[in-house]
């Protein structure tokens, strides 16, 4: 298994281009989700998903679209990058719910100028 | 107005010494809570869990100990190993959202 994955490592973008950050799990998990971590604030959630063809709101989803259109994918699209968006974002799935064990992604630094 | 607190950045601790993280919480929603420890350029692991239904839960070297009506959590590890060196944060459930504190950097010093 690959568990989770994330593509591109790393990317640097212009203000007001686009981009979709890749995400993909291999384990068969239901609830899948998107993080950014800023230094001192920890993770804040993005969006999640409960399984395909369900997305919810997270706590910062300003600026940011998911869609699930399979188990396994969950891309997070950004349309116009800021450079408040400047983060590393991580992508994590777990079996049902966001209180099962969480399996995180290693992360796509995001730089935006 | 952050929910999840880690009032401490960092802490270091002797190898073979316990190490004590602590995190606070506001919201009286939150029904499960997790510790993840992340290490650089990683993204976090799960290390431990425990309900609301219950006070402890232990695994190994690591305690989280869950006091509701303070509204405090902390994780104990017992013995500390130089491999524990991270940073670990708090996640809080409450629906199908996560709320992470903002982290504590251990060092544990051979």
């Known amino acids: 298994n690959a568990g989770v994955t994330q593509t591109p490592k790393f990317q640097v973008l212009k203000t007001g281009q686009s981009m979709t950050l890749q995400c993909a799990q291999d384990m068969n998990h239901e609830y899948m989700s998107w993080y950014r971590q800023d230094p001192g604030m920890g993770l804040r959630l993005i969006h999640y998903s409960v399984g395909a063809g369900i997305t919810d709101q997270g706590e910062v989803p300003n600026g940011y679209n998911v869609s699930r259109s399979t188990t396994e994918d969950f891309p997070l699209r950004l349309l116009s990058a800021a450079p408040s968006q400047t983060s590393v974002y991580f992508c994590?799935?777990?079996?049902?719910?966001?209180?099962?064990?969480?399996?995180f992604g290693p992360g796509t630094r995001l730089t935006v100028l | 107005d952050q929910q999840v607190k880690q009032n401490s950045p960092s802490l270091s601790v002797q190898e073979g010494r316990i190490s004590i993280l602590n995190c606070d919480y506001t919201?009286?929603?939150?029904?499960?809570f997790l510790w993840y420890k992340k290490y650089p350029a990683e993204g976090p692991t799960f290390l431990i869990s425990i309900s609301s239904i219950k006070d402890k839960n232990e695994d190994g070297r690591f305690t989280v100990f869950l006091n509701k009506s303070a509204k405090h959590l902390s994780l104990h590890i017992v013995p500390s190993q130089p491999g524990d060196s991270a940073v670990y944060f708090c996640?809080?459930?409450?629906?199908?959202?996560?709320?992470f504190g903002g982290g504590t950097r251990l060092m544990v010093k051979p």
């Open positions: 996640a809080l459930n409450a629906g199908n959202m996560l709320t």
């Open positions: 919201n009286s929603m939150f029904d499960y």
């Open positions: 994590a799935s777990s079996y049902w719910t966001s209180s099962d064990e969480q399996f």
